[in-house]
């Protein structure tokens, strides 16, 4: 069955620190991939999404995803976190009717 | 533009009861999604629609949940007999039409509290 793991229940990074987020999928052919972000009281936002073409993704917000067909991997990154993203992140695959699968999430805590 | 946006934010209602949740969409958005997201899980697909018509409604837990869309824009999501369990965040979201390339785009959600 088509999957997508987060290993990490929540991360911790200092301010001004690099991130970097998991997520490993399983999908029989080319995944469709999403980043999103959720804010408190905001709703889910994309952050960027990976069709086919260069495997390195830039998003908004200074998000980059690299997908890793090897290692079943499309890891969310940032160079340098600010306080204003610590929020919860969830990646998402489309399966082969076209819906939505989610990771768990993983709440980003930043430390000032 | 106008995002998606949900209504109520907040609803508390005691077992047994009927809820309505409201949907509206991004004007000119094909398909509308509906998402129910427990306390530390990631968003867990409910029912699609595409225009007016239900296009896939198998991730309803059962007979007691409902959605329609009657004119292709809002949506209702159903809920009767509430039981606790029902407690969650529910999401909605819509696309300028489904497929895998699309970008669907979140409501608030609205938290239910069932007593």
């Known amino acids: 069955a088509q999957s997508v793991t987060q290993p990490d229940i929540h991360i911790t990074v200092s301010e001004g620190a690099s991130l970097e987020l998991r997520c490993n999928y399983s999908y029989g052919a080319t995944p469709y991939l999403f980043w999103y972000v959720q804010s408190p009281g905001q709703g889910l936002q994309l952050l960027l999404k990976y069709f086919s073409g260069d495997t390195l993704v830039q998003g908004i917000k200074g998000f980059e995803a690299e997908f890793k067909r090897s290692q079943s991997s499309f890891n969310l990154r940032k160079p340098s976190v600010h306080w204003s993203d610590a929020a919860e992140y969830f990646c998402?695959?489309?399966?082969?009717?076209?819906?939505?699968?989610w990771g768990a999430g993983t709440k980003l805590i930043i430390k000032p | 533009g106008a995002g998606v946006s949900q209504t109520p934010s907040n609803k508390v209602t005691e077992k047994g009861k009927y809820v309505e949740l409201r949907c509206d969409p991004i004007s000119g958005h094909t398909a509308l999604y509906w998402y129910r997201q427990s306390l530390g899980q990631g968003p867990e697909f409910l029912i699609y629609f595409q225009g007016t018509g239900a296009a896939d409604d198998s991730g309803l837990p059962n007979d007691r949940f409902f959605a329609v869309r009657p004119e292709g824009s809002v949506s209702t999501l159903k809920i009767q007999r509430t039981e606790r369990g029902d407690s969650a965040v529910y999401l909605c979201a819509s696309s300028l039409n489904h497929g895998r390339q699309e970008t669907q785009y979140f409501g608030p959600g609205t938290r239910l509290l069932v007593l």
């Open positions: 998402a695959g489309a399966d082969s009717n076209y819906q939505l699968i």
